[in-house]
């Protein structure tokens, strides 16, 4: 074995220490993805999804090359590990593997302009923390056009630092919104 010092840089993710805190953030990955797109002279877009999106029923051209989308999707993926505010729009494009049409490809091309605009965005972890646990968990009931399932979407905080979450769609079809709720 050997020490190779303190941890900088392993496997796409980035850690910055101060004698407060530990940033980490996947910057460099990040920049990577916009390059590999195309994209970096791209104005940035202010939200990494349009609000009311009808992706689930798209009707446009199915791509000639899945595996392109295929391997965003799966880079942003990875890239959710220290970005929690792509955790919807991933969900979303995540659906549409199977066949993508050109909405999805669009759709994921704005939220790598989302990225271009906040590349260095990530998970701050303060020395200083109460370790107290905070937890939020929300459903929008019926959100997919096509299979009325609703998604539920959890949140989990220990003092001022995001240590868990998660949106996905639920298994059954909920009847009403208290139920999507429950």
Known sequence: ???????KYFLGVE?????NDIFLCQRKYALDIITEVGLLGAKPATAPCEENHKLGSATGPLLS???MYRRLVGRLIYLCFTRPDLAYSVQV????IQNPRSEHWQAGLRVVRYLKGHTGQGILLPQENNLQLSEWCDSDWASCPLTRKSLTGWFIQLGTSPISWKTQKQQTISASSAEAEY
């Open 15 to 19: 850690v910055a220490r101060s004698p």
């Open 1 to 7: 074995m050997k020490d190779l010092g303190r941890l």
């Open 93 to 96: 494009l995540s659906q549409f």
């Open 65 to 67: 090359d899945p595996a």
